[in-house]
């Protein structure tokens, strides 16, 4: 590549030195002309020598001169963005710069000619260094047609359009376009020729063919590239790249923003009949015999996953392994498909159409499934998550999502919970996960917390006694743990007790409204009060005030 950019710098040395002296620029408070001003006097310099030096110093202001280029052709689009500028000096400079790049083409053009030769007439040891060549030479014409596409760019924008030339650089673009996706088409066949071969090869064959294989690769890799390049820039200058964008996608299989494109997907649609057609046409006597292999794999596959469900549920279903009901589901479901499309997969391929394709179109479209169902995903990673770590099963009692009920289904995707109120709610997962999940039933022993206040005027030990024959008078009260009933606060208006007893989770919700009753009834059998708010309400400062006025 070094021996590349220094031999087009001297064709830039030759463009510098030959050319008449550079108008001069007036001189301006502008900075980007007194910038444009010293880069040509600087370029003026480095060419003169360029021309008397020789050796590394020539090297040393040969690369001068490409950066001093670089810099020169950045501030002219400074100043082309000025609607101030002066437009007849930059169409000047941008003249300079469009004889430059036709000259820098010419050059590049030759050399790949005979950098291709070279390598056609290399040795095999040799190829390699000879391919690179080749590739740093069709690398930097590239970036001469981007700067030559740019150059045309500039001269519209100061009023001096150039359609002719613009329509002969598009004529050359689709010119490389064709011969590269050829070359690429060519490159790709001879791979799979060496792959094929390769299989079969041993001994000193084998050893050229691996040569010959790596070789192959390289160009393909090499034309791949260019052909990218040059799509990009064919793109910009707005050429139909459709089927070349195509045969990129069948080559890499990278997925871009492009297959987006309706032309694109219809190019590789057709593209994909049309194999498909030819296919057909070619093995029709062996395909009722292959139709048939077919028929028979998938009914085999198909009694397989009936028995690979009944055996998969049996085994998930052990107490052993103490599996939630969303977990056997998923393992009883997933079993059966896997075993289904493993089948598919089979039958496929004794039938002979060529998966890749297939799988590739399928990863496509999963790809854009995906962001078409973003939330979809997110509620089935939530459902993953719930059956790893299994905070609830079907038939408990939860508060999750902000909504209150009784589990009666689970998926991978929602959740139905059954409200008090017989009503069903669907709950997608993302929406529980993400949120507290409060299991009520998950345990077989629950406490029931509750709050009775007596009046300040009460007796304590009464209270607590009452209480106590309460809580231990229930049946459906356990005595282990035993119950705690304990005066808590002293409240503002009451004396507050705590009565926690134990129960069995189903019987929660009995015990607590029994005994909410029977201390109701007890507390009015005893005598003993039941505080409310109340607020006493004292005028003692307005019997003063009329107190005093009757007085006067």
């Known amino acids: 590549m070094r021996?590349?950019?220094?031999?087009?710098?001297?064709?830039?040395?030759?463009?510098?030195?030959?050319?008449?002296?550079?108008?001069?620029?007036?001189?301006?408070?502008?900075?980007?002309?007194?910038?444009?001003?010293?880069?040509?006097?600087?370029?003026?310099?480095?060419a003169k020598e360029a021309t008397s030096t020789t050796g590394s110093s020539l090297d040393v202001i040969r690369l001068q001169?490409?950066?001093?280029?670089?810099?020169?052709?950045?501030?002219?689009?400074?100043?082309?963005d000025d609607k101030n500028a002066d437009k007849k000096l930059l169409v000047k400079q941008v003249e300079q710069q469009i004889t430059f790049a036709a000259e820098a083409e010419k050059f590049l053009q030759t050399k790949v000619e005979r950098d291709q030769k070279d390598l056609d007439k290399a040795k095999d040891t040799d190829k390699l260094v000879a391919l690179k060549a080749l590739t740093e030479s069709?690398?930097?014409?590239?970036?001469?047609?981007?700067?030559e596409w740019e150059n045309y760019q500039w001269m519209e924008r100061l009023g001096k359009p150039q359609p002719n030339a613009i329509k002969a650089l598009k004529n050359n673009i689709e010119h490389r376009l064709d011969f590269m996706s050829a070359s690429l088409t060519f490159g790709s066949q001879a791979v799979d020729l060496n792959e094929k071969q390769l299989k079969s090869a041993t001994g000193d064959e084998l050893k050229a063919l691996q040569?010959?294989?790596?070789?192959?690769?390289?160009?393909?890799?090499s034309d791949t590239k260019n052909l990218t390049d040059l799509v990009k820039l064919a793109d910009n200058m707005?050429?139909?790249?459709?089927?070349?964008k195509r045969l990129l996608f069948e080559?890499?299989?990278?997925?871009?923003?492009?297959?987006?494109?309706?032309?694109?997907?219809?190019?590789?649609?057709?593209?994909?009949?049309?194999e498909f057609g030819s296919w057909l046409f070619e093995n029709l006597p062996q395909m009722i015999f292959k139709v048939f292999i077919f028929i028979f794999i998938i009914f085999a596959f198909k009694t397989l996953k009936n028995i690979v469900r009944k055996m998969v549920t049996r085994a998930v279903s052990?107490?052993?392994?103490?599996?939630?009901?969303?977990?056997?589901?998923?393992?009883?479901s997933m079993s059966g498909k896997i075993v289904f499309a493993i089948g598919i997969l089979i039958a496929l391929s004794q039938v002979g159409l060529n998966l890749a394709p297939i799988l590739t179109g399928f990863g496509v479209a999963g790809i854009i499934i995906g962001f078409a169902l973003q939330d979809t995903l997110s509620n089935f990673a939530s459902g993953m998550m719930l059956l790893i770590?299994?905070?609830?099963?079907?038939?408990?009692?939860?508060?999750?999502?902000?909504?209150?009920?009784?589990?009666?289904?689970?998926?991978?995707?929602?959740?139905?919970?059954?409200?008090?109120?017989?009503?069903i709610i669907i709950v997608p997962n993302s929406k529980i996960w993400g949120d507290i999940i409060k299991n009520v039933t998950h345990e077989k022993v629950r406490r029931i917390d509750m709050v009775f206040g007596i009046g300040y005027s009460d007796d304590i030990e009464k209270t607590e006694r009452v209480l106590q024959d309460i809580v231990e008078s229930h049946p459906s009260v356990l005595r282990s743990p035993e119950p705690n009933i304990k005066l808590h606060t002293l409240n503002s208006s009451s004396v507050d007790f705590i009565v926690r007893p134990w129960v069995k989770t189903d019987d929660y919700w009995d015990v607590y409204w029994d005994i909410t009753r029977e201390v109701k009834m007890r507390f009015d059998r005893e005598g003993i009060s039941i505080p409310f708010p109340q607020q006493d309400v004292h005028l003692h400062m307005v019997e003063k005030a009329i107190e005093s006025k009757i007085a006067n």
């Open 318 to 332: 052990t107490k052993n392994l103490k599996m939630s009901m969303l977990m056997q589901e998923f393992f009883i």
């Open 238 to 244: 707005g050429i139909d790249t459709a089927e070349y």
């Open 138 to 147: 069709r690398d930097f014409i590239i970036l001469v047609l981007n700067e």
């Open 3 to 46: 021996l590349l950019v220094l031999m087009l710098i001297f064709i830039s040395t030759l463009s510098f030195a030959e050319t008449k002296p550079q108008p001069t620029i007036p001189q301006q408070t502008n900075v980007e002309y007194q910038q444009l001003q010293t880069l040509n006097k600087e370029l003026n310099v480095l």
């Open 251 to 274: 080559q890499t299989g990278n997925v871009t923003d492009d297959l987006l494109n309706s032309k694109v997907m219809w190019s590789i649609a057709t593209s994909w009949t049309t």
């Open 211 to 221: 040569v010959s294989q790596i070789l192959a690769q390289r160009q393909v890799d």
């Open 389 to 423: 770590y299994r905070p609830f099963d079907v038939g408990d009692l939860v508060e999750a999502g902000s909504i209150t009920g009784k589990v009666s289904h689970m998926s991978l995707v929602n959740t139905t919970i059954k409200t008090f109120s017989n009503e």
């Open 65 to 80: 001169l490409l950066n001093k280029n670089k810099e020169l052709r950045k501030t002219l689009v400074e100043l082309i």
